[in-house]
């Protein structure tokens, strides 16, 4: 079998980017994708981070920074340029509450695309395993924040997760790493048993706009090496950075690519409305891997391109 998975940064939809797709009263954003939909649709399973809800315009409006709600018109437009999941744990998840998290959970899969990050009810299996091309990828997706005393209710972006939203969203604390750990151990262990033969994490970490990768992303990347991820693909920075290959501590035969930050994929942050003049937060990428299953049943990253 062979696979290949494109993925790429950072989907914020600005309120000038929101006003730019309005027609009267609809909305589509059709064309914002137009220029890269033959590149999305050659992969067999392509994977963007939504860092924006769909809460809905009942008793609220359309918003950007620093509390992003947006027309439901984006999944219908994501789904069109060929993208198949959208990874909603990050730092924006939970702008709008548990109301914000289950519907924007509803339009994404209404628009017949698949979720990973943050969930309708509590329970559900935190991780996602596809069969593509022959083989079986097993999918991860996590966002720092801040767990208190109930790992299950993490606050996010400073906004405590309330009661309905126990066990809704994959998150991690910087303090609390060994209990990240511990949860990446036991779904890895659940994925394989469900017979993954690679696994992936789009992890939403590391210090925005800044293009140096930090030592705590050094860090978890290499635990997350030790724990047996083949890729790891980062977000949150809004700028691009390094890309490396890791070799596990106790397994000199295991190895981990890391794309530490994909970058922004659309946004508004440009050079000259936020405090980084350089312009870094106008970079995007798609990054683009292979898996190959053999006969005997090995499985290898046969290649990476950004």
Same mark, same amino acid.
């Given at each position: 079998?062979?696979?290949?998975?494109?993925?790429?940064?950072?989907?914020?939809?600005?309120?000038?980017?929101?006003?730019?797709?309005?027609?009267?009263?609809?909305?589509?954003?059709?064309?914002?994708?137009?220029?890269?939909?033959?590149?999305?649709?050659?992969?067999?399973?392509?994977?963007?981070?939504?860092?924006?809800?769909?809460?809905?315009?009942?008793?609220?409006?359309?918003?950007?920074?620093?509390?992003?709600?947006?027309?439901?018109?984006?999944?219908?437009?994501?789904?069109?340029?060929?993208?198949?999941?959208?990874?909603?744990?990050?730092? /924006?998840?939970?702008?709008?509450?548990?109301?914000?998290?289950?519907?924007?959970?509803?339009?994404?899969?209404?628009?017949?695309?698949?979720?990973?990050?943050?969930?309708?009810?509590?329970?559900?299996?935190?991780?996602?395993?596809?069969?593509?091309?022959?083989?079986?990828?097993?999918?991860?997706?996590?966002?720092?924040?801040?767990?208190?005393?109930?790992?299950?209710?993490?606050?996010?972006?400073?906004?405590?997760?309330?009661?309905?939203?126990?066990?809704?969203?994959?998150?991690?604390?910087?303090?609390?790493?060994?209990?990240?750990?511990?949860?990446?151990?036991?779904?890895?262990?659940?994925?394989?048993?469900?017979?993954?033969?690679?696994?992936?994490?789009?992890? /939403?970490?590391?210090?925005?706009?800044?293009?140096?990768?930090?030592?705590?992303?050094?860090?978890?990347?290499?635990?997350?090496?030790?724990?047996?991820?083949?890729?790891?693909?980062?977000? /949150?920075?809004?700028?691009?950075?390094?890309?490396?290959?890791?070799?596990?501590?106790?397994?000199?035969?295991?190895?981990?690519?890391?794309?530490?930050?994909?970058?922004?994929?659309?946004?508004?942050?440009?050079?000259?409305?936020?405090?980084?003049?350089?312009?870094?937060?106008?970079?995007?990428?798609?990054?683009?891997?292979?898996?190959?299953?053999?006969?005997?049943?090995?499985?290898?990253?046969?290649?990476?391109?950004?």
């Amino acid at each position: 079998g062979r696979a290949t998975i494109l993925a790429t940064g950072d989907l914020m939809m600005h309120l000038p980017t929101v006003r730019s797709g309005r027609s009267g009263n609809e909305y589509n954003f059709d064309y914002i994708f137009s220029y890269i939909d033959d590149y999305v649709k050659s992969a067999d399973y392509a994977v963007v981070n939504l860092e924006t809800t769909l809460s809905g315009t009942e008793g609220r409006s359309y918003t950007g920074y620093p509390k992003f709600n947006s027309p439901d018109a984006v999944a219908s437009a994501v789904k069109s340029s060929g993208f198949d999941l959208l990874l909603t744990a990050n730092n /924006h998840c939970n702008d709008y509450g548990t109301h914000g998290i289950k519907r924007t959970l509803e339009i994404i899969k209404a628009a017949n695309l698949d979720t990973l990050g943050t969930y309708s009810t509590a329970g559900e299996q935190h991780y996602l395993v596809r069969e593509l091309g022959g083989l079986k990828v097993g999918m991860l997706n996590y966002t720092y924040g801040d767990i208190g005393d109930n790992p299950s209710r993490p606050s996010i972006n400073g906004l405590p997760t309330d009661s309905a939203a126990a066990d809704l969203v994959n998150a991690f604390d910087y303090d609390k790493l060994d209990l990240f750990y511990s949860e990446v151990k036991e779904q890895i262990s659940a994925m394989k048993a469900s017979g993954a033969d690679a696994i992936v994490m789009f992890i /939403h970490w590391g210090e925005e706009y800044s293009t140096r990768v930090n030592s705590a992303q050094k860090e978890i990347a290499q635990k997350l090496c030790d724990l047996g991820v083949d890729v790891i693909a980062g977000s /949150h920075p809004h700028v691009l950075q390094t890309m490396d290959l890791l070799t596990a501590s106790a397994d000199s035969t295991h190895q981990t690519l890391v794309l530490y930050s994909m970058g922004n994929f659309l946004s508004n942050q440009r050079a000259d409305n936020i405090s980084l003049t350089t312009g870094e937060s106008e970079d995007s990428l798609l990054f683009s891997f292979t898996f190959v299953k053999y006969s005997d049943g090995t499985v290898v990253l046969e290649s990476a391109e950004i």
